[in-house]
Nanobody, 123 residues
Framework: QVQLVESGGGLVQAGGSLRLSCAAS????????MGWFRQAPGKERDYVAA???????YYATSVKGRFTISRDNAKNTLYLQMNSLMPEDTAVYYC?????????????????WGQGTQVTVSS
């Protein structure tokens, strides 16, 4: 059974940093596209970043230059380093895995999802 478990969320002041982790189990995802999404209260779930099996990355404009996505295939773990956090980054952050062979920002292209971790940035 595939399971994705996020951790690392919390409360941080504006300008601070957090590192999210997503531990995957049930199968090896080294050949899959993995991504991070977030959902703020009352808003739709939005794409944040993705990383292909090759290491190629893609970021939403709102986080580019502040967030870094990475993966450790040996540990079957996905990361999101978030720097220079702003109040508008406050959301529940979800990791997800897609079986697509290309980078995609479409939610329905991601087959597996974690339960989410809360990130709150105070001003």
């Amino acid at each position: 059974q595939v399971q994705l478990v996020e951790s690392g969320g919390g409360l941080v002041q504006a300008g601070g940093s957090l590192r999210l982790s997503c531990a995957a189990s049930g199968r090896t995802f080294s050949d899959y596209l993995m991504g991070w999404f977030r959902q703020a209260p009352g808003k739709e779930r939005d794409y944040v970043a993705a990383i292909a099996w090759s290491g190629s990355t893609y970021y939403a404009t709102s986080v580019k230059g502040r967030f870094t996505i990475s993966r450790d295939n040996a540990k079957n773990t996905l990361y999101l380093q978030m720097n220079s956090l702003m109040p508008e980054d406050t959301a529940v952050y979800y990791c997800a895995v897609s079986t697509r062979t290309y980078i995609t920002t479409t939610l329905r292209d991601y087959a597996y999802w974690g339960q989410g971790t809360q990130v709150t940035v105070s001003s």
